[in-house]
Each structure stands twice: as C-alpha cells, then as structure tokens.
C-alpha cells in the first residue's frame, strides 16, 4: 500500500508507517519512504507523533552502505502498553495478558460448566488483571474470540457482537471481535511464519472448523463482518440421519465431532486436547474418518482460492493434529501444484498450543493498522481514551 502526502490522509498515513514498523521493524524512515513513496517530511512527522505517544521508540543505528549518513533504526516499543485477550470454546475461558509485539506476559484459564454472562467475564478478567499488578489504565484494547458448539455462523456471531460491546462498556475499552481463525491470520502476518505473504488460507480446527481468508494482506471479513465458515460446507453425499442435510465438515473434522466420537467410551473422560491417537482407539478411529472430508476441504479452497499456501493450527493436541496432517498427504491434486511454487501446500502453525490466544491479544493491533479493520473494533459509548488510544484508534484528521 502506498501513501498520499495529502493533509488530508494524514490517518491513513500515520497506519501505514506504524504498520512498516510493525512488520519490518527495526527500520530505518529512508526504508519506509521508498516502501511507501511518501516524503521525508511526511515520514518524520508521523514518526515523531509516534514516537511522542511512546508507541515507537529508536533503537541502534544502521551504517550506510555508501556515503550516506547511518540511519536510526525504529521499532514497535513492546512495553508501549498491554493487549488481553479473552476466547472462549465450549469448555474453557482463556484470558492472557500480551506485550504489544505479540509476547506473552500471563495467562490463565478457567473450565466452563455453564455459558458465563459478560459480567462474569469483566469481573474474572479485572481479577485477572489487577493480579497481574497491571493497571488497567495500561491496557490499549482487548480481543475476543469464541468458537463454540452453539447454533448457526450467523446467529452465534450476532450473539459475539452482543457480547464485545457488553465486555467493552463494562471494562471500558474498546475490543476487537474476529474468529480464532482470523485471529491467527491477523498474528501470523504481524509477528510470524506469514510476514512475507500476501495471500494465504488459515484454518482453524475448533468446536468448529473455522477459515480465514487472506488476499493482498487483507482478512476478508464478507458481508456484516462474516466469514470463514468452513465448516458448513458439504463433503460428503451422505446424509445425516436426524437433519436429512448432506454430511458437513464439521460432522467429521471439528473437535465437536471428536467429543462425539469417544463419548461413551473410556477417552470421554479425557481432555479432548489431550487425546493421543497412538495410546487412545477412539481417537485414532475419529483421525482415520476426518481425514478424507478435511482433504476435500483443502482441495476446495485450493481449487477457488490458489493461495500461496495453507496454515492450519487447532485446539487439538499436537500429536492428534501431527498425525491428521501426516493421512492428509497425498494430497488431492489441484491448481496449487500447478507452476512454481516457493512455499510448501499445507504448513503446520509451530507454536500449536499458544497460537490462538496470541492471536486473540493481536486483534487490536491488527485493528489499528487499517481503517478496514477498525470494522471488527467496539469503542465504548462516551469513551475517552490515553493519548496512545487517541492516535490509533479516535483521532480523526
């Protein structure tokens, strides 16, 4: 994306140059002139207001190669403020506390016996928080994820948004609200394996099978905010006995189907995330039947999308997932294979069992750097924010 020297992009402008020192710091303002085509000018006074909220900071020099004067490198100041994160499944709370560049400060979480209400939440989260001997006041936003069993994509999410604009009033700042899938997207074209990437698929393998779609470093966010409901989709001409509908993938492939698949057998009594297909049968068996309708699924995004490539992480174990991944291959053939590739099909996210709350804690981040984005962000009513939240998330220009 380039800039406009215009007075009146000044917003836009000021996303772009925190979105370079985001993705490619440390980096010199000379660097993010040439990626941006804005001026010299242009850049100094974005960095200088950036660097006044504390939200970047300078660091070391970089030598010029020629006869130039070396350069002072900027980057994200991490300890600028706190993100937290708060996602729920159908068996736990998951709340962390994150660094601005995406590192863990502390997490905890909490089993579920019953849906909690927003209150519940707000007062386990400030617990949490004051815990943490953090002020709350440090906290620039906070994201929310939740991937469920209950009801259909469209009625859970209404049922999402009703609850981000409860958790922001009562905790009085704004929250970004994504799927975990988009939540992952959104960390790893920040802070991992997809920094370099411009279009890329990843799933999420949850109570639901959910997917994020990335196109020229976008999430797709569909209509009223929607998408990613991967698995709704058919992947087999049988059908299913109690709805009469064709076989769905999540009826084969979500951890819901899982908990279906060793119910009244002695693995029931065992986290789903720590089932092991080579000690538990069940769980081998569910393995062996998610594996064909989960290619196809791949095969299909293949098919319509012909991404760079696919990034799948999961509420899984790692051994379960390890070994879903390992009966996938061969591959179905499709226009993925097609051509020169540099980058693998299907890439396992590495850090499988942190990925989704650091994601979750990225989403106001993610937010901030694109007015597209701040779509998925909840301000609360009459708020009135630090000067950092002023800068990326209020302040009109």
Not at 56 to 61: F, Q, S, T
Not at 211 to 232: H, K, S
Not at 252 to 281: C, G, M, R, Y
Not at 332 to 355: E, F, H, T, W, Y
Request: proline fraction near 4%.
């Amino acid at each position: 994306m380039k800039g406009s020297n215009a007075k009146q992009n000044k917003a836009v402008n000021l996303r772009l140059v925190l979105t370079q020192i985001v993705t490619l710091g440390p980096i010199s303002r000379a660097d993010i002139a040439r990626n941006t085509l804005l001026t010299k000018q242009t850049i100094t006074n974005m960095v200088e207001e950036l660097i006044a909220i504390n939200l970047v900071e300078e660091m070391g020099i970089k030598r010029s190669e020629g006869a130039g004067k070396p350069s002072k490198m900027l980057c994200l100041n991490k300890h600028a403020a706190f993100t937290c994160a708060i996602r729920i499944t159908s068996e736990r709370l998951e709340l962390g506390l994150y660094y601005l560049n995406g590192e863990c400060h502390s997490t905890i979480t909490k089993q579920l016996t019953s849906p909690l209400r927003a209150t519940d939440i707000g007062h386990v989260l400030e617990q949490f928080i004051a815990t943490n001997n953090i002020s709350i006041q440090t906290v620039l936003a906070g994201g929310l994820s939740v991937n469920t069993s209950q009801g259909d994509a469209i009625s859970q999410h209404q049922l999402n948004q009703t609850l981000q604009a409860q958790l922001s009033e009562l905790l009085h700042f704004p929250i970004a609200l994504e799927s975990t899938a988009s939540a992952c997207a959104a960390y790893q074209m920040l802070f991992g394996e997809a920094q370099t990437l411009h279009n890329f698929v990843y799933i999420h393998i949850g109570n639901k099978v959910e997917a994020a779609i990335v196109y020229d470093r976008q999430i797709m966010l569909g209509q009223n905010g929607l998408t990613g409901a991967i698995g709704d989709i058919f992947v087999t001409p049988e059908h299913n006995e109690k709805t009469g509908e064709l076989g769905t993938l999540n009826e084969f492939s979500s951890i819901d189907s899982l908990a279906t698949f060793v119910a009244n057998s002695p693995e029931a009594a065992i986290p789903l995330n720590a089932l092991d297909p080579s000690k538990h049968v069940r769980c081998a068996a569910w393995v062996a039947q998610a594996m064909e309708p989960l290619r196809i699924a791949i095969h299909t995004l293949e098919s319509v999308l012909n991404t760079q490539t696919i990034i799948i992480g999961s509420d899984l174990s790692e051994t379960c997932l390890d070994k879903l991944i390992c009966t996938l291959r061969p591959f179905i053939p499709s226009i993925a294979q097609l051509g020169k590739r540099d980058i693998v099909r299907l890439i396992k996210v590495p850090n499988i069992n942190s990925i989704a709350l650091s994601g979750v804690a990225t989403l106001p981040l993610h937010a901030a750097l694109s007015n597209k984005n701040m779509q998925t962000l909840y301000m609360p009513k009459l708020f009135q924010g630090t000067p950092l939240q002023e800068s990326v998330f209020l302040r009109q220009y």
